[in-house]
C-alpha cells in the first residue's frame, strides 16, 4: 500500500486544482462507474488509486485491464476525493478534449453547447444527458466550469469518455463553425413565439442542430450581448428561440431538465425523419 505521503499521491492530489490540470494535461476520475468506463478508453488512465475494500468490491473488472492499481488508505482516497462520500476508487487520467474541427469534420447531426454554466453538476448532468441522447459533441464554452472538475467528471457518470468534448471554445467562434457545418444553432427561451411541441417546431428540430444552454442565473443573455460585438456577427447569439410550455405553477424549469428536454426532442425527430 502507498504511504499517505507517497510522491504519486502527493501529485495525484495536485490535480484537485484546475491550474494544476492544465499544466498537466491530467484529471482525477472518481467512482466505479467513472472509472470503469475511463479504462475502458484505450490510453486514456495512467494509474488507478483503490482503497483495499474498492479494490477487493471491484477486483473482477479491474483485474481484466492493463492499468496499474494503486492500493491506498482511506485518508489518502479522502483527500483524492471532492466529493462528501468518497468511494475509495480514482482513476488518473489524460485530458480528452479535442479541437472543434475535429467535432465539424465528423459531420454532426447534434451538438451540446454549454455557454457560461458554471454549476458542475447541471454540467456533468447535461453532458450525460447529450451522451444518452445519441449527440454527437458537447462543448463547454469559455466561461464554462471545467470539464476535468471533480463533480462534473463524476455527474457525467462516464460520459466523459464517451463522447468528444470541446473544452474552452470562444462562443462566437464556435457558433461560426458550428453554422458553416450546416447546423442550426437553437436556444430555450421562456419569451419565445415556437414552442417547443408545435408542428413545425418538430419539422424544424429534424435537421442538423446545436443546443446552446446558457448560465443558470443569466440564460442567453451574457452571449447574447457578447456577440452582439464580436466579429461582426448578428446580434442574435442563436438562429431560433424555442419555448418549453410549462402546464403547471413552476416558474421555470432546472436548467439540467430543460436541456434533456430540448435534446430528446431533437433526437426523437431527427430518428422520426429517418424512419
Known sequence: MLSDGNSRLVEAHRLTRRVRRDQAREFLAEGPQAVREAVASPGVVLEVFGTPAA????????????????????????ALSETVQPQGLIARCRYVD??????????????????????????????RTADAAGADA???TQGSVD???????????GSLFHLPIVRAAAYPDARAELSAA??????????????LGEPDTQR????????????????????????????????????????????????????????????????????????
Open 138 to 140: 458537447v462543448i463547454f
Open 182 to 195: 450546416g447546423l442550426q444553432v437553437l436556444g430555450a427561451a421562456a419569451t419565445a413565439e415556437r414552442n
Open 55 to 78: 479494490l477487493d468490491l471491484h477486483g473482477d473488472w479491474l483485474a481484466e485491464t492493463p492499468v496499474t492499481l494503486r492500493p491506498i488508505s482511506d485518508k489518502a482516497a479522502a
Open 147 to 157: 470539464p476535468y472538475n471533480g463533480k462534473c467528471v463524476r455527474a457525467s457518470a
Open 204 to 275: 424544424l428540430l429534424q435537421s442538423p442542430s446545436a443546443w446552446v444552454f446558457g448560465s443558470e442565473a443569466h440564460g442567453l443573455a451574457t452571449i447574447e450581448s457578447a456577440t452582439a460585438t464580436t466579429r461582426g456577427l448578428s446580434s442574435a447569439a442563436v438562429d431560433e428561440h424555442i419555448r418549453i410550455p410549462i402546464w403547471g405553477g413552476a416558474e421555470s424549469l432546472n436548467l439540467a431538465a430543460a436541456a434533456a428536454i430540448c435534446l430528446y426532442a431533437s433526437a426523437t425527430a431527427q430518428r422520426h425523419a429517418t424512419t
Open 98 to 127: 479535442v479541437a472543434i474541427t475535429e467535432v465539424v469534420a465528423a459531420a454532426p447531426t447534434l451538438v451540446a453547447v454549454l455557454a457560461g454554466i458554471s454549476d458542475p453538476g447541471n454540467a456533468g448532468t447535461i453532458l
